[in-house]
């Protein structure tokens, strides 16, 4: 280890542990906000852009697209250079595109600006995954439930904000600009603070059985995060607007009932901190996929009713909300996790998440707006095979005596 990485090792160890980890949990909280306002301002993109939905579903493409490059890049830039420079650097210039997206009238340079944007949200969400297990180690459990929290509050208040900004404004413009300005705090709350560093994780792994890299799991683990992330942002980013297509509810109601979904995945996350204390992550996942089935099932049983379609979005987002963080758990327990690990991880999360709503959308007017539910059905019930398959190969590979504390 050389000694500018010793002495940001030992800089963390102290006073500066807390203050890594808020910021950590800032910027999760804007990467929730900047995650879940594509959907609601979708509508007000495509009239400032001249363009119809079945174009402007065009957008989740661009910006998966540069989510999943942000992802695989950025995961191995994590590890080869100091991490918060880096973040501060993709929060800034996701701050200028952000700023600059609802001024944009032509609908190629606005994909291009949200690539931008998604290039910066796939460096930050696999950079604060990857430096918060570098920051605590062994004892990171609480804290990743607790990283994946703040990003669901931060998803819970986006349509909230715009909402509010079209009701003051009559226009999507300064939500835009409102969580533009969020970001600048976090840029510079974290580029004054030392970066951590994956020190002495090959000891650990050694110590503990854990092989460096299991290239079967990773693929396991990336083609589920493909299925269950298209589907948590094929349902978040379609919500409003299959609402609206039903007749369900307003605009304004429309943007609430968003809300509640990534306001029910936030209080299924900080629910998940204690149950993932007592449960195996395996019995957990389970859990949460029948949960989900279950809940677009509600919505698409009684199609035309606010009242089901609110249970299913809300039973939706509190099965979805662990899924995430409970898997990355149960990676870190088989495997040492690198920005590079993490990195083929994201690049199967930010696959699924341009896939499946671009899908949705070229299907929206031609089939109804229906297909959005039937869609993520399918592809949930996929995730249930892949995860079967998941548990089925990294079960053998556990002693037995170790069985259960390690699934």
Request: charged share 10%; proline share 5%.
């Amino acid at each position: 280890m050389n000694p500018s990485a010793s002495t940001r090792a030992a800089s963390l160890d102290g006073a500066n542990l807390i203050p890594t980890t808020v910021g950590y949990y800032y910027a999760f909280v804007i990467l929730g906000l900047v995650g879940a306002s594509l959907g609601p301002t979708l509508p007000g993109l495509a009239e400032h852009t001249g363009t119809h939905l079945g174009q402007i579903s065009y957008l989740f493409t661009a910006r998966s697209l540069g989510y999943l490059i942000g992802s695989f890049f950025g995961g191995r830039l994590y590890d080869r250079v100091p991490g918060h420079p880096l973040i501060a650097g993709v929060l800034t210039a996701a701050a200028v595109m952000m700023a600059l997206a609802p001024v944009i009238p032509l609908l190629w340079l606005l994909a291009a600006v949200l690539l931008i944007v998604g290039l910066a949200e796939g460096a930050l969400d696999v950079g604060g995954n990857t430096l918060l297990v570098w920051l605590h180690g062994r004892r990171v459990g609480p804290y990743m439930n607790g990283l994946h929290f703040f990003f669901g509050a931060g998803a819970f208040l986006s349509p909230i904000i715009v909402a509010q900004a079209v009701l003051f404004s009559g226009d999507i413009t300064w939500a835009y600009w409102i969580l533009a300005a969020l970001m600048i705090p976090a840029a510079i709350w974290l580029a004054r603070l030392p970066s951590p560093t994956p020190n002495g994780s090959a000891q650990r792994d050694q110590a503990s059985g854990r092989q460096r890299v299991d290239g079967p799991l990773v693929a396991l683990i990336g083609l589920f995060f493909f299925l269950y992330v298209g589907a948590e942002v094929g349902f978040g980013g379609w919500i409003y607007t299959y609402a609206v297509a039903l007749d369900l509810g307003d605009e304004a109601s429309a943007a609430y009932l968003t809300s509640g979904f990534w306001g029910a995945l936030t209080l299924g996350r900080l629910l998940g901190i204690p149950i993932a204390a007592r449960l195996r992550p395996r019995i957990i996942l389970l859990g949460d996929l029948v949960g989900c089935l279950i809940s677009v099932g509600v919505i698409l049983w009684r199609s035309d009713s606010l009242t089901a379609t609110w249970l299913g979005t809300v039973g939706l987002g509190l099965f979805m909300a662990s899924v995430f963080p409970t898997t990355l758990s149960l990676a870190e327990r088989r495997m040492a996790i690198t920005g590079r690990v993490n990195a083929w991880f994201f690049v199967g999360a930010s696959t699924g998440g341009m896939v499946l709503p671009w899908l949705i959308g070229q299907l929206f007017e031609s089939i109804g707006p229906r297909i959005t539910m039937l869609a993520i059905l399918i592809n949930l019930t996929v995730a249930v095979g892949v995860y079967i398959a998941m548990i089925l190969y990294a079960t053998p590979r556990v002693a037995p005596l170790d069985r259960q504390a390690t699934m």
